[in-house]
């Protein structure tokens, strides 16, 4: 059977996800599993995923970086996955498709994982480096606090009795920025 797994990092990837999910089933994915969670926070989805593929089973991606966050990450998946006699494979690969049900499909998903890692780590660098030249220039002041700017409705709702987790959801916060506020006002 194959089983598809799909993922992008914010919920404003919508696309890129309906994308990933078409393209599964256009390969004849008869399970797939999707989430919209970074690729460094608990991945829920992917880990039933693994757990749910048996043995003559492949796993399916759209491309690699949607499934591990490191070389050693992704190390790790296709060897929970070979333990399991389950094949891994990867969509868009410049044009071709990558199965390590091969010796040579093996081969190069480690050379490719290293490739993205190391451009990932070229993008971070670049990035930080952008960080520090904008703040030097008074540029970058970092993202505004969202949950900050509703400091006067979250003590409106809790001066009218309103819990803490309900204040949360009604203003779409986390319980832990409400208590912030708390603390703050004191």
């Known amino acids: 059977m194959l089983v598809g797994y799909a993922r992008t990092s914010t919920v404003e990837q919508e696309a890129g996800l309906e994308a990933q999910k078409r393209d599964l089933k256009a390969v004849g994915c ?37 499934l591990a966050r490191s070389v050693s990450d992704m190390l790790s998946i296709v060897g929970r996955l070979e ?13 071709q498709t990558l199965d390590t049900a091969t010796a040579t499909g093996k081969l190069m998903l480690t050379v490719l994982s290293s490739v993205a890692e190391f451009e990932r780590g070229l993008m971070l660098e670049r990035q930080r480096e952008g960080i520090a030249k904008a703040k030097a220039e008074g540029k970058y002041t970092g993202r505004a606090p969202t949950a900050r700017r509703q400091t006067d409705e979250v003590m409106r709702l809790k001066a009218e009795g309103v819990r803490p987790v309900e204040i949360a959801r009604q203003l779409q916060i986390s319980r832990a920025s409400v208590y912030r506020i708390f603390q703050e006002a004191e």
């Open 30 to 66: 008869k399970k797939l599993f999707a989430e919209r969670v970074s690729s460094v926070a608990q991945r829920e989805k992917l880990e039933t995923a693994l757990e749910f593929a048996r043995e003559g089973d492949t796993l399916v991606v759209t491309k690699l970086d949607r």
């Open 83 to 95: 333990a399991k006699g389950v094949a891994l494979r990867v969509l868009s690969m410049g044009g």
